[in-house]
C-alpha cells in the first residue's frame, strides 16, 4: 500500500503542478488577496469530490461513453474559459474597491467559479476513469477509491495553495506598474490557449 501511495503521490503532484486552467485561475485570484484564493482552491476542491463521486457511482462512465453529451461539456467548458481568459487580458484586475477601501468582489462567487473552472474540463473525469482504477482492489474498491481520492484532493489544496502565495507576493510586487498590465494580459492568453487545448487538445 505504501509503495502504491508514493507512486500515485509522484504522479499526482506532476500533473498538479503542470500549468493548466486552475493554476491559471488560482493566480488570478490570488491578485485580489489570499482569501479569494484559497475561496478558488475550495471550489476547486469541490469540484474534485464531484467528479471522484460520479466515478464511484459509475456516472463518470456514461459521461464519457455519451460523445454529444462529453463534447457539449467539453466545449461549453472550453467557451467559459475563453471567455474568462479573455477578460483578463481586455480588462486587467482592476481595482474592484468600495469607498471604505475594502474589496467588493464575493468570495462566494469566487468559490462558484472554482467549481465551474475544474467541471468546464470533462478530461478531469478522463483522468479519474484512467488513474484511480490502477490503484484500486478489487476486494476494497470503494475504500481505496476514497482514499485515493481525499489524497488527490489533498495534494490539490498543497499545490494550488502554494500557488496562491506565490501569485499574491508577485502581485504585491506588481500591483499598480506598468507591468502589471502586460502580466494580465499574458495570463489572460494563457487561460484562452488552456480553454483550446479543453476543447481540441
Known amino acids: 500500500m505504501l ?7 509522484a504522479i499526482t503532484l506532476a500533473l498538479e ?11 488570478y485570484q490570488s491578485a485580489f488577496g489570499m482569501r479569494y484564493a484559497l475561496a478558488g482552491v475550495a471550489g476547486l476542491m469541490t469540484a ?15 459521461l464519457v461513453s455519451t460523445p454529444w453529451l462529453f463534447t457539449a461539456v467539453r466545449y461549453c467548458g472550453a467557451l467559459y474559459l475563453a471567455y474568462l481568459g479573455y ?19 464575493s468570495k462566494f462567487k469566487t468559490y462558484q467559479q472554482g467549481i465551474m473552472t475544474s467541471l468546464s474540463n470533462p478530461k ?25 481520492g481525499g489524497l488527490k484532493i489533498l495534494i490539490l489544496l498543497v499545490v494550488m495553495t502554494s500557488f496562491g502565495f506565490l501569485g499574491k507576493k508577485v502581485f504585491n ?15 489572460g492568453v494563457m487561460i484562452v490557449a488552456a480553454a483550446y487545448g479543453v476543447a481540441f487538445g
Do not use: C, H
Not at 87 to 105: F, L, Q, T
Open 48 to 62: 474534485n469530490v464531484i467528479w471522484i463521486s460520479l466515478v464511484a457511482t459509475g456516472l463518470g462512465l456514461m
Open 124 to 148: 478531469a473525469v478522463l483522468f479519474f476513469l484512467a488513474l484511480l482504477p490502477q490503484f484500486t482492489r478489487p476486494e476494497s474498491m470503494l475504500p481505496d477509491l476514497l482514499y485515493f
Open 87 to 105: 477578460r483578463i487580458a481586455r480588462y486587467g484586475i482592476g481595482n474592484p474597491k468600495a469607498e471604505d477601501g475594502k474589496i467588493k468582489k
Open 173 to 187: 510586487r506588481i500591483m499598480g506598474s506598468q507591468s502589471a498590465k502586460w502580466v494580465f494580459r499574458v495570463l
Open 3 to 9: 509503495d502504491a501511495t508514493l507512486t500515485f503521490i
Open 17 to 27: 503542478v503542470t500549468p493548466g486552467p486552475a493554476v491559471m485561475f488560482i493566480l
